[in-house]
């Protein structure tokens, strides 16, 4: 598949959202919470507790929806401040009780209208990037869909991302791109392959740490291992002192990018 394909699978009404992996790894243990205890309750992110066999795990989820009625009520993904305040409210929950984070990320980005400018959507991610650089306790960030600019790594600040095979992560869409760049969105295609956005291009800049087989919802093979995936690298990241693990975790986001002279 072509990096704009991948897109375009990426985008799929078909794929399955973050309420479907919560429900298939963590069942009726999961508890949602609401609020950002402010101003309102986000519904374009899905937050709450659950139990990974027999590990509680605080997760949360940037959700679509999967038809329009429920795309509409979500906001088709796109969080709000307050959404990103919730969240962040249950992380320090997490980081209190030494709770595992786990992450699931699908969004185009955050919303850009003027009422959450004006409630502060620029500061609302940049205080989830400061305060997750900071968190005692592990995080794990799983893109199962679109990874769209702050909107996506406002949730992304961990030890370790994965991605599906069909997932992408940028930070802007490549029809964005080429409207910037050539004044021309029908170079939508060309963009996508110059912004390195496909988890293939993204492992191999070291941006992400593993690539995950795309399941479909009644695999339960394919969630079983996720399951014990998941697990092992929270036990390990668990037996790692606080202090030391969020120095890992900076020390992780310093090196992206970084050429070897």
Known sequence: MSAFEKVAAARSTKKLTSVDYINALFGESFVELHGDRNYSDDK?????????????????????????????????????????????????QAEKFHRPILTFVDTSGAFCGIGAEERGQ????????MEMMALKTPILAVFIGEGGSGGAIALAVADEVWMMENAVYSVISP????????????????????????????????????????????????????????????????????????KMRYNRFRKIGKQDA
């Open 44 to 92: 374009a992110v899905v937050g709450g507790v659950g139990m990974l066999n027999d590990m509680p795990v605080t997760v949360i989820g940037l959700e679509k929806g999967r038809n329009t009625f429920e795309r509409m009520e979500r906001n088709f993904g796109a969080a709000h401040p307050e959404g990103y305040r919730k969240a962040l409210r249950l992380m320090k």
């Open 122 to 129: 620029g500061h609302a991610i940049a205080t989830n990037l």
């Open 175 to 246: 029809e964005g791109c080429a409207s910037i760049l050539w004044k021309d969105s029908s170079k939508a295609a060309e963009a996508a392959e110059c912004l390195k956005l496909t988890a293939k291009d993204l492992f191999e800049l070291g941006v992400i740490e593993r690539i995950l087989r795309e399941p479909s919802n009644d695999d339960r093979k394919m969630f079983e291992s996720l399951k014990l995936l998941i697990c092992r690298t929270f036990e390990k990241n668990l037996s790692i002192p606080g202090d030391e693990l969020a």
